[in-house]
């Protein structure tokens, strides 16, 4: 029996004059996430945009799977085709619910009819569905106030639709309508959570991870590129930039007072980060920062490490908890790679007593013993690029 | 020239799987456990092989699990579900047809105090979804059904399994046994709601000694091996890198599915019209059976004769059922075949390298072996 999937525009409906742009981006980011799979038709009619599959052994599961992480999509049904004929609707009906109608289950009908030259009028079709439903399964009854399943039937231009559950899809909005960004990921928790929840508001991701060999290995590198990998599967693909960060974090050890270690070297990876956000068209800069989380997450440290970036620093976990972060973590699968136990560059040379309420003056004092800016120029000559979500 | 049509028995590993052992054997050395660069290597090899093999299975990596061939991986998941469950209940439903890897680890357990129900095929050589309603019930710990006989191709109901699990509040794993099907037909755990199955590498062009069981998320089982921290505990030891390599390298060779599919469904057609035309020759496999495996029986030559025979014409394949030997089949036995026919039961299995002219040089000895071989009474 054929399948297709009908997929419901949220946000993306309501942005009147700019709504094409949006629908355009949102149907492109469909098909670039789905082409893999085999080939389909991607179009959108009356806010829905419909998704059929045009080879014989597509797999739909894996299709649903697919669309139900594409940003732009609030919900999305799995439906049968049927031929614009009232008896053919019910026998494809029939056939098509018969897996979940076998149990004692609850149902109602409800039709939708966009086409009005169809000669049934709504409240009909779902009476003649619904009746021939209950004739045909002897253990279903109808309830039209608490439904266990809703049944639609949605007569449009070229077919009906025939559905019986509606899957809530990745909401927000279509990736790319809202610029792009970089995400500083280091391989925790935070990081992948703060990028993903950046992509669902439409934001491009490009990724900096910054690495210290030998204090931190390549397997530690490798984990990062496996939490991007995840991330992709929602944000679509990136490029990750890895700096080489060695040689500056050994002059912040030698030169710097050891409570500011921490503080100049996130301005350091601010200020680095920032230059490659700019030569890679990016408007603003994404970290995983939570406010009171650690020692360079209070108020104090957060203002003394945006002071050094030119463009916005989002920071999307800054009022929530370790609790909810992983939450989110778990959903999108990156919670158990980003516990493996490497050395990540925040945790080598982390001070004793990090200072909590920095000055700036003398933050950017102790900074100035040192000449930061061949070190810095050095560090992004040698970035390396790696592909993400091919 | 040599033709071989024993593919349910082994495959020829394919030269991608060749290749790639070798340049393992000889470049990436190191214990993939190890902290340096050696050992990352390694590692980033056997990861690579394990997403393949995550792949085709519709899974997540760390849902898969290697093991030393398609034995350790049953057994692995028919110890390790049947202990790790022993507290709710005492009941295994398995089938009489399974491989003996689960066949004799269910054996095993019934010595030691579980209450095995081997199921009997019915007509058509298989398990009807009612025998596994009325079988699997609330003190039900496991269920082991495999998806494909290795002696027919028969495919079992795999896919109501799950289902009749929930139904009758049995709390079980399923597992299955998909070594037959595995880079033949669409193999999804997810799909059928297995919790556990098993694959192995030299089914598919892969080498021998290396195949995989897939352990859903979240699902715990007592392992068979102590010692390390490999594959989460589950497997320790030391993997074997260049094995899981060439597993990994033969899965990418697979090709499409149902572009080979529709090459071996002609072949079967060919090879049942063909071999039908010889006197004294009738087809055991049912119509709608895996076209990979054809059961046929030459009756009044016994399978061991007329396999030797074969064999002389070097043309390999394999009596009734492989691993059976001696024993009279349950499968054929359940079709209502008389003693006749399962005593001259031969089967043919093919793969996406076999050719109409295996066929065809298979039935002009066949033919032979029929006009001249003593016929037994």
């Known amino acids: 029996m054929k399948e297709i999937i009908l997929a419901k525009v949220g946000e993306t409906a309501l942005k009147g004059l700019n709504r094409k742009v949006f629908e355009d981006m949102l149907i492109k980011n469909i098909r670039r996430k789905i082409h893999t799979l085999g080939r389909f038709e991607v179009v959108s009619s009356q806010s829905t945009i419909r998704i059929t599959p045009l080879d014989d052994d597509i797999d739909m599961d894996d299709t649903a799977e697919a669309v139900g992480k594409v940003f732009g999509i609030v919900a999305y049904s799995r439906a049968c085709i049927a031929p614009k004929e009232l008896e053919e609707i019910k026998k494809c009906a029939a056939e098509y619910l018969a897996d979940i109608f076998e149990e004692n289950v609850s149902f109602k009908v409800e039709s939708k009819r966009s086409d009005k030259k169809f000669p049934y009028g709504s409240p009909e079709i779902s009476k003649q569905v619904g009746s021939f439903l209950a004739d045909t399964f002897p253990n279903i009854t109808v309830d039209v106030h608490n439904p266990d399943y809703t049944v639609t039937v949605e007569v449009r231009d070229y077919a009906a639709y025939i559905h019986a559950s509606v899957v809530e899809g990745a909401g927000g909005l279509p990736v790319g309508s809202g610029g792009k960004a970089a995400i500083l990921i280091s391989g925790g928790i935070d990081s992948p959570v703060a990028a993903y929840m950046m992509a669902k508001r439409g934001v491009e991701l490009t990724a900096i991870h910054f690495a210290s060999p030998p204090y931190t290995s390549e397997r530690a590198e490798e984990k990062v590129k496996t939490l991007l990998e995840l991330v992709s599967e929602y944000s679509g693909r990136m490029n990750m930039y890895t700096v080489p960060f060695t040689k500056i974090q050994e002059e912040i050890q030698k030169s710097c007072p050891e409570e500011l270690f921490t503080i100049i070297m996130r301005r350091l990876m601010m200020k680095i980060s920032d230059r490659i956000a700019v030569q890679n068209g990016c408007q603003a800069l994404i970290t995983g920062e939570s406010l009171g989380q650690v020692a360079s997450q209070t108020i104090g440290a957060l203002a003394c490490t945006d002071e050094v970036a030119d463009m916005p620093v989002f920071r999307p976990l800054i009022g929530m908890d370790k609790k909810e972060i992983i939450a989110i973590a778990h959903k999108i699968n990156t919670f158990e790679t980003s516990c493996l136990p490497f050395e990540d560059c925040c945790t080598v040379f982390t001070p004793r007593h990090p200072r909590t309420r920095p000055k700036l003056d003398f933050v950017r004092r102790a900074e100035a013993e040192v000449d930061w800016e061949n070190m810095i120029n050095e560090a992004i000559e040698n970035v390396k690029v790696t592909k993400i979500g091919e | ?377």
């Open chain 2, 1 to 377: 020239m040599e033709i071989y049509l024993d593919n349910s028995a082994t495959t020829k590993p394919c030269k991608e799987a060749i290749d790639k052992m070798m340049f393992v054997l000889e470049n990436v050395y190191g214990n993939p456990s190890s902290l340096h660069k050696v050992g990352f290597e390694a590692e980033k090899e056997i990861t690579y092989a394990r997403k393949t093999i995550a792949k085709l299975l519709g899974a997540d990596t760390d849902e898969i699990i290697f093991t030393s061939g398609g034995t350790e991986a049953n057994n692995t998941a028919v110890f390790g579900a049947a202990l790790a469950r022993q507290k709710t209940g005492s009941r295994i439903v398995t089938t009489a047809v399974e491989h003996s890897s689960v066949y004799e680890s269910c054996q095993e357990l019934s010595r030691r105090g579980f209450d095995v129900v081997f199921l009997e095929p019915q007509s058509g050589g298989n398990i009807s979804e009612e025998q596994l309603s009325e079988a699997i019930d609330g003190n039900t710990v496991l269920v082991s059904v495999m998806m494909v006989n290795n002696e027919t191709g028969v495919k079992l109901p795999v896919d109501k399994i799950a289902k009749i699990i929930k139904k009758n509040n049995a709390p079980a794993l399923f597992h299955c046994d998909a070594v037959q099907a595995f880079g033949k037909i669409p193999v999804r755990p997810s799909k059928i709601g297995a919790d556990l199955l098993t694959v192995s590498s030299h089914k598919i062009h892969g080498p021998k000694g290396v195949g995989a069981l897939y352990i859903k998320k979240g699902t715990y089982i007592k392992p068979l091996l102590y010692g390390g921290e490999q594959q989460r505990k589950i497997r320790p030891g030391t993997e074997a890198v260049p094995l899981i390599c060439g597993f990994g390298a033969a899965a990418e060779n697979i090709g499409s599915m149902s572009e080979n599919m529709e090459k071996i469904k002609e072949l079967h057609n060919y090879a049942v019209e063909t071999l039908t035309g010889i006197d004294g020759v009738e087809i055991n496999s049912p119509g709608d059976c895996l076209p990979y495996i054809l059961n046929i029986s030459a009756v009044g030559v016994r399978s061991e004769t007329m396999l030797h025979f074969l064999e002389s014409r070097e043309i390999y394949i394999s009596s009734g059922s492989a691993c059976a030997k001696g024993k009279k089949s349950h499968v054929l036995t359940s079709m209502g075949l008389d003693a006749a026919r399962i005593d001259s039961a031969l089967r043919i299995s093919f793969s996406k390298n076999s050719q109409k002219s295996d066929i065809d040089i298979l039935a002009q000895y066949l033919r032979e072996g029929m006009d001249t071989l003593v016929h037994s009474k």
